[in-house]
């Protein structure tokens, strides 16, 4: 028998803003199947919380999402555990400078494979299942995918192939799935750091003049896959006005 709640598989689950996507999507009523590469302490963590509120809520999915077959193998499982899939999220991606005169082919092949390939082929092998449960599917994008950012020309032509994306399946899947990005700002910084002085020369160029929260992000996820029936193929910037001054 079908789950009888609305089901959502997020990619890049384990933390930082998918995990936060995670826990907005859970208190909303979604059974989730969370996907992680190799943040299994963090993700055990993650569901240990989540299915204490309710248990048998949450599928754990590891995958190297690179692997031609990870993203077929990823919808499959979770329609085996929950019998249906309304919701995609492809949070999952990968983020460093690719300087011109340094970048590699295999910086190249990292970058698109995180941040366009892999969704791409995940929204593929979902949309029978998505048209049938009439379902969305949001795309983690950034304000860079629109606006370059020095040094990082491989990481801004990925983020902008998966903009296009976003509006070209919106275009392929509707009327039955509508196909939505979220471009964050300022929400967290980089884990390997960013200098203090970066940090506010960032901050005095927002319009709101302070950073953002992972839940503003989260917020806009849900938004975008419960509530906007009637938005598609758009990108929301979740920036605080940054975006204005780039």
């Known amino acids: ?19 936060q996507i995670a826990r907005r999507l859970h208190a909303a009523g979604y059974d989730l199947a969370l996907h992680h590469r190799r943040s299994g302490a963090e993700m055990a963590a993650l569901v240990a919380g989540l299915e204490g509120q309710r248990p048998g809520s949450v599928l754990v ?55 366009a390939r892999a969704p791409f082929f995940l929204a593929q092998a979902a949309a029978p299942t998505l048209r049938a449960a009439g379902g969305a599917i949001v795309n983690l994008g950034d304000i860079y995918g629109e606006r370059p950012l020095a040094r990082h020309t491989l990481y801004c032509m990925a983020k902008a192939a998966l903009l296009m994306m976003t509006q070209s399946l919106a275009k392929e899947l509707g009327p039955e799935v ?8 300022a929400v967290m910084w980089p884990e390997e ?54």
């Open 61 to 115: 999915l590891q995958a190297e999402l690179a692997d031609d077959d990870a993203p077929v193998r990823l919808v499959q499982a979770t329609l085996d555990r929950f019998g249906r899939l309304d919701a995609l999220v492809n949070n999952a991606s990968s983020f460093r400078p690719t300087p011109l005169g340094a970048a590699t082919p295999a910086d190249w092949d990292e970058l698109f494979a995180a941040n």
């Open 1 to 19: 028998m079908p789950n009888p709640r609305p089901v959502a598989l997020v990619t890049g689950a384990a933390k930082r803003v998918g995990a």
């Open 178 to 185: 509508r196909v939505n990005a979220v471009a964050p700002g």
């Open 193 to 246: 750091g960013k200098a203090e002085h970066e940090k506010a020369a960032m901050l005095a160029a927002t319009a709101l003049r302070r950073a953002g929260d992972p839940d503003d992000v989260a917020e806009a996820v849900r938004w975008l896959l419960q509530d906007a029936r009637y938005t598609t193929g758009q990108v929301i910037r979740v920036d605080g006005g940054r975006s204005l001054n780039l």
